[in-house]
């Protein structure tokens, strides 16, 4: 019995002894491998994004519509019957070129009509002329009466008089019959046609409408909230056919009043030349930028965190890359950009992913992507 317990205290110590040893390779794998683990294990990869401040400029955007400055309804001077429409909608248009006609044949009668009464207008005057001169010469030999040489001298101012107002109306004639032929007065473009050969028109009824060349608009509402800054605000044109392209534009007119329906208060924003292909009628946007001074940071949303519950941004030290948290103030939020008002100077850098995992003083290495 004796000799089974020294057996089995025996085997105790055996399996006590390997087991110590076992432990002992162990911690000296581990203390080996820490001795052979450089410091860059801790070195942490992050993004970063470089500061550039710029002044803070708060825009607003408006659809608009490009209209002509000046968009005339033409029609002719005088009645009649159209005979003849020589343009179309789109045509572009010259000085003196010819739009449309009417039918000159009643105004040809009229002119020949007052040709006759001139005329006799004329043999007239030239009858009481006569006549005044016989008795001019009567009156100065005494053998007329004054009231008889006075009522010549009338009846020869009447005939006078009469010949003038003819031939006036004969010039009323002659340019009526000018006016038969509807002319352009400026270079422009057709945009709406309402006459038709065939169709008997009255004196000033619409025929044409025609947009004058130029000098183009970007025509805009502007809600009530916003008509007061507009005039401060630096504005510009975006054509949607042509994104990213900003023409330069200078508030020329706003309606004294609201519309009834919309609320909204017509602006009108000339544009400072335009390229050629802008066309009448194409889709725009008015961006209305007012410039507040103040340089601010943008960075996306993902760079902040937190610092005694404010916000704040790890940036990058130089040389040595290690991180420091900064209180930043935030002036406003754009989308996913924060746009930084202070705490930052141009040109540092900044972590802008993985800003919760960070920790004071840690140093990181600065992540670029891999080349596709």
């Known amino acids: 019995m004796a000799l089974f317990r020294e057996r089995r205290l025996a085997s105790a110590v055996m399996a006590t002894t390997a087991l110590l040893t076992v432990v002992g390779l162990l ?6 491998q820490s001795a052979s683990t450089p410091a860059e294990a801790e070195v942490r ?14 825009s607003v955007r408006y659809p608009a519509v490009i209209r002509p400055r000046v968009e005339a309804d033409v029609g002719f001077r005088v009645g009649g019957k159209v005979t003849a429409r020589l343009v179309e909608v789109g045509t572009r248009i010259e000085p003196g070129m010819p739009l449309a006609r009417l039918d000159p044949t009643d105004l040809q009668l009229q002119i020949r009509a007052s040709q006759a009464q001139l005329a006799s207008a004329k043999a007239d005057a030239a009858n009481a002329r006569s006549d005044f001169q016989r008795y001019a010469s009567l009156r100065q030999g005494e053998w ?11 009846t020869l101012d009447k005939a006078e008089s009469k010949v003038r107002e003819v031939e006036a109306q004969l010039r009323v004639l002659d340019n009526s019959a000018q006016y038969a032929t509807l002319v352009a007065d400026e270079a422009g473009i057709v945009t709406a046609t309402l006459i038709e050969p065939g169709q008997v028109v009255a004196s000033g009824q619409t025929a044409l409408r025609i947009a004058r060349l130029g000098s183009l608009e970007a025509v805009a509402n502007i809600p009530e909230q916003s008509v007061a800054a507009l005039p401060r605000q630096k504005l510009a044109v975006e054509l949607w056919s042509h994104p990213g392209q900003s023409i330069a534009g ?5 309606s004294p009043s609201a519309d009834a329906n919309t609320r909204t208060f017509q602006a009108k924003i000339k544009l400072t030349e335009p390229p050629p292909t802008v066309q009448l009628g194409m889709t725009a946007t008015v961006i209305a930028a007012a410039d507040h001074g103040a340089p601010v940071a943008r960075l996306p949303l993902s760079a902040l965190a ?3 519950q404010k916000p704040a941004v790890w940036v990058l030290s130089a040389p040595d890359d290690r991180l420091e948290l900064r209180p930043v103030t935030v002036a406003a939020y ?3 950009l924060a746009l930084i008002g202070g705490g930052l100077k141009d040109g540092e850098r900044v972590v802008t ?15 670029t992507e891999p080349a596709r």
């Open 27 to 32: 911690a000296g794998c581990n203390e080996t």
């Open 45 to 58: 990869p992050v993004r970063v994004a470089t500061v550039t401040l710029e002044p803070l400029v708060d």
């Open 144 to 154: 007329t009466t004054r009231q008889e040489y006075d009522r010549r001298k009338t």
């Open 250 to 254: 200078s508030l020329r007119e706003v």
């Open 306 to 308: 937190q610092r005694e």
């Open 334 to 336: 754009a989308g996913d």
């Open 353 to 367: 992913a993985g800003v919760h995992k960070l920790d004071a003083g840690q140093k990181v290495r600065v992540w």
